[in-house]
């Protein structure tokens, strides 16, 4: 599989007049081409900062990064004519109408003005954005707004889509919406490129996840990969009194209302389903979510922090 973006040792620091801040450190990372890469990362982990720089439109200060085999710093010009973008932070024109912004951009891309407007009228359907196409876009709410940028982007050419929290403010609906036009995407096989803070989107939508914690890339692979990463994969849930007497040592245990949840690794998992078959009892067994992943790997690079910042006093 060819790979559409390839990072080596990529680093950005800020600086400013007295201070400084590591925003990404020895970034290596490989995105094939057709896959949803999700990325994910708390506040501060430098999520924004790998899509501005891989967009060409911030400078590393460390390290390459190529996209479509071409170095973004050198030679950022083929990656722009390739790619689409929604940055973190935007706002669509608001004097003009959802139609108009959307085939005004891809006008601006090259089409031709019938079929751009065909393309726009279309994109703002699948998006259920047709009621409000010819509404100035000042008059429409921030997740409407937020809505015609992904329209923007979904509608034109582009290979490669860098989508940086596109739908943050997104009641339920809509973000579903949003979603079967990424999966669309996907189907015409582009690339996307996807930050997140809803796990159930990364897990929905991802072929592959990538962790960013404190400029550092913890983890990336396939969903599966980055379960079998981690220590405790498997969630149980255990009916109130049947508690084994080991239980503390098979896991981490934790309470939630009357119900017990362990988190443990497969062997023991089954072993509590034997044990709770043999005495009646009922218990519910899974593979961990997205968001218990997570929080296990990003939990276990926090607490390290913490041991190393003590090591260190
Ligand atoms: N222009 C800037 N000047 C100085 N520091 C910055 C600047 N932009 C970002 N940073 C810092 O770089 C780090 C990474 O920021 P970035 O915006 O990439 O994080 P993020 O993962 O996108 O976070 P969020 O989930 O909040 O959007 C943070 O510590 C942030 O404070
Ligand atoms: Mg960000």
């Known amino acids: 599989m060819t790979d559409i973006l390839v990072s080596r040792k990529l680093g950005r620091e800020y600086r400013w007049r007295g201070g400084s801040n590591r925003a990404l450190v020895d970034v290596d990372l490989r995105v094939p081409k057709g896959v949803v890469l999700g990325l994910l990362g708390r506040n501060g982990a430098g999520k924004t900062t790998f899509v501005r720089i891989s967009s060409t439109s911030l400078m590393p200060t460390a390290g390459t990064l190529e996209v479509f085999g071409h170095d973004v710093v050198r030679d950022p010009d083929p990656v722009r004519a390739r790619i689409a973008v929604i940055p973190q932070e935007s706002r669509p024109f608001y ?49 409407l707004r937020r809505r015609v940028m992904v329209a923007m982007v979904m509608a034109s050419d582009a290979e490669f889509l860098f989508l940086d929290e596109p739908t943050t403010g997104l009641d339920p609906l809509a973000r579903r919406s949003v979603w079967s036009a990424i999966r669309k995407a996907a189907h015409e096989d582009r690339t996307i490129l996807l930050t997140t803070h809803y796990l159930d989107e990364a897990e929905a939508l991802s072929d592959q996840l990538a962790i960013l914690e404190s400029g550092r890339l913890l983890a990336h ?46 062997p023991r998992a089954n072993e509590l ?41």
């Open 95 to 143: 004097w003009l109408t959802p139609t108009e912004l959307v085939s005004y951009y891809l006008r601006m891309r090259g089409s031709a003005r019938a079929e751009a407007e065909r393309t726009a009228l279309r994109t703002l359907e699948e998006l259920e954005l047709s009621h409000w196409k010819n509404t100035q876009v000042n008059r429409l709410s921030g997740g």
């Open 221 to 266: 692979g396939s969903p599966a990969d980055i379960a079998a990463r981690v220590k405790y994969p498997y969630r149980v849930t255990l009916e109130d009194g049947f508690a084994p007497p080991d239980l503390e040592e098979m896991g981490q245990v934790t309470r939630v209302g009357n119900k017990t949840l362990l988190f443990t690794d497969e």
């Open 273 to 313: 389903a034997r044990q709770a078959l043999e005495k009646g009892r009922r218990i519910s067994m899974g593979p961990v979510s997205l968001e218990d992943l997570f929080v296990q790997i990003v939990g276990k690079e926090i607490s390290q922090d913490d041991e190393e910042a003590v090591s260190a006093a």
